[in-house]
C-alpha cells in the first residue's frame, strides 16, 4: 500500500476527504502535519486512527530552519507523495529539493496565485473559475500542472456560491490526482 503525508494550516476539509476517500483502501495517510497548533483539521483525527503531528513554525527563526525539520519529520514516515491540502507556507529549497509534492490551489494556475485566490478570481473579469493541482517547486504555485478543473461563472455569482463551487470540485479532483499518481509511481 503507497503512503502519504498531508500537511494543512486551517480548517483540514481536504485533509479529511482524502482521508475518507481513499483511506485505508486506496492508499495509507500514514500521518498529518499542521503548522498551527489549534487548526480546526486536527479534530476528529484520533477518532479515524490518522497520526497527527503539530509542528508550529513560530517557534523557528527562519524558513529554513523550520523546513529542515519539517522535512526530517515527514521523512521519519517514509511517504510515497506529500500533500499539501491547504498548508498556507512558503516553502524553501530545503523542502522542495528533498520532498515530492503536490499542492491544490484555488484558481486556475497560472492566474491568480498566492493566498486569496479565491477572491481574486471571483473579482476578476475572467468568466470561469477553477482549481488546480501542481507538483511543487521554489516558484509560490508555480510548479507543473497536473490537473484542473473549472466552471462557468453564472451571472448572479456571489462569492459565498463561487466558493462553494470551488469547494465542491476540490473534493473531486484531489482524492483523484492523489489516487492516478500513486497508481503510476
Ligand atoms: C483550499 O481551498 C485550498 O485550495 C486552499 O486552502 C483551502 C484549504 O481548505 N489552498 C490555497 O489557497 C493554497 N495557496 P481546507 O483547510 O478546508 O482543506
Known amino acids: 500500500m503507497k503512503k502519504i503525508v498531508i500537511l494543512f494550516s486551517g480548517e483540514g476539509k481536504n485533509l479529511h476527504n482524502i482521508i475518507d476517500t481513499l483511506h485505508p483502501h486506496q492508499c495509507e495517510v500514514v500521518c498529518a502535519i499542521t503548522n498551527k497548533a489549534r487548526a480546526k483539521g486536527l479534530e476528529?483525527?484520533?477518532?479515524k486512527h490518522i497520526k497527527s503531528e503539530i509542528l508550529e513554525h513560530t517557534n523557528f527563526s527562519s524558513r529554513e530552519t523550520y523546513d529542515a525539520e519539517l522535512v526530517k519529520l515527514i521523512q521519519s514516515y517514509n511517504p510515497d507523495l506529500v500533500v499539501l491540502a491547504g498548508f498556507m507556507r512558503i516553502l524553501t529549497p530545503i523542502f522542495t529539493t528533498n520532498i515530492k509534492a503536490i499542492n491544490l490551489h484555488p484558481s486556475l494556475l497560472p492566474k491568480h496565485k498566492g493566498a486569496n485566490a479565491?477572491?481574486?478570481?471571483?473579482?476578476?473579469?475572467?468568466?470561469?473559475?477553477g482549481?488546480?493541482?501542481?507538483?511543487?517547486?521554489?516558484?509560490?504555485?508555480?510548479?507543473q500542472i497536473?490537473?484542473?478543473?473549472?466552471?462557468?461563472?453564472s451571472e448572479n455569482e456571489t462569492l459565498q456560491s463561487f466558493t462553494c463551487k470551488?469547494?465542491?470540485l476540490e473534493y473531486q479532483l484531489l482524492p483523484q490526482t492523489i489516487a492516478e499518481i500513486l497508481y503510476k509511481l
Open 146 to 153: 497536473i490537473a484542473q478543473a473549472s466552471f462557468e461563472k
Open 131 to 143: 482549481i488546480s493541482v501542481h507538483f511543487v517547486n521554489e516558484e509560490l504555485d508555480g510548479g
Open 44 to 47: 476528529g483525527l484520533d477518532a
Open 118 to 129: 479565491i477572491e481574486d478570481s471571483f473579482l476578476s473579469e475572467d468568466s470561469i473559475g
Open 166 to 168: 470551488i469547494k465542491e
